[in-house]
């Protein structure tokens, strides 16, 4: 399981057409347009009857909407994954991420140690290197919620299945 948000058509939209242009460059793995996201929290296994603790963690987390402007396009060798960042990351986002980590490590949920890299996973096995491009236009994803997925892995790509969502609110409020 793990936190993510999960962009609206539009913006996966485009995000699928950046990754075929990716994918004309270096080959590889390219995501399903419905699978398209950013993690904010990876979990990992997690009980059926730990759900609803997972859930009131979640709930707990007051965010302001925010909008995230991917604006490049770029590779990691060590992974062989290209994928759609932003130059400039919104505080909401980094807050989001986290109060998201500290309440995961209240509830005694694992949390992830590595600095969080926010990135969305356009191709994975890639060819070689990704030359780093802008992205111009930049995509402009208006962020209103968060959500929690469920991971299933398949021989052709996880699939993914968007257990609960968390909007954000103007106001503070649980
Ligand atoms: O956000 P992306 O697509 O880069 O690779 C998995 C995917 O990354 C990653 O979590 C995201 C949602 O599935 N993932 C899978 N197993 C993981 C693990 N054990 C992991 N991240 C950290 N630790």
Do not use: C
């Not at 960042?85 to 109060?99: I, M, Q, Y």
């Not at 926010?118 to 491009?133: D, I, K, M, S, W």
Request: charged content about 25%.
């Amino acid at each position: 399981m793990f936190f993510a948000l999960w962009p609206a058509p539009a913006v996966a939209r485009r995000l699928h057409k950046e990754g075929a242009r990716a994918h004309g460059l270096t080959g590889g793995r390219r995501m399903r347009r419905d699978t398209l996201h950013l993690t904010l929290a990876f979990i990992g296994d997690v009980p059926r009857e730990r759900l609803d603790e997972l859930r009131a963690a979640a709930r707990k987390l007051v965010f302001s909407p925010f909008t995230l402007r991917l604006d490049r396009v770029a590779g990691w060798r060590h992974n062989h994954i290209v994928w759609a960042g932003a130059s400039d990351l919104p505080g909401e986002l980094e807050s989001l991420v986290t109060r998201l980590n500290a309440a995961l490590a209240e509830g005694g949920f694992p949390v992830e140690r590595r600095k969080f890299a926010a990135h969305v996973t356009l191709l994975r096995n890639a060819r070689g290197e990704f030359p780093a491009a802008e992205l111009d236009p930049p995509i402009e994803w208006a962020v209103g919620e968060f959500v929690l997925v469920e991971s299933d892995p398949k021989p052709d790509g996880a699939q993914y299945t968007v257990l609960a969502s968390w909007p954000a609110a103007a106001g503070a409020q649980d």
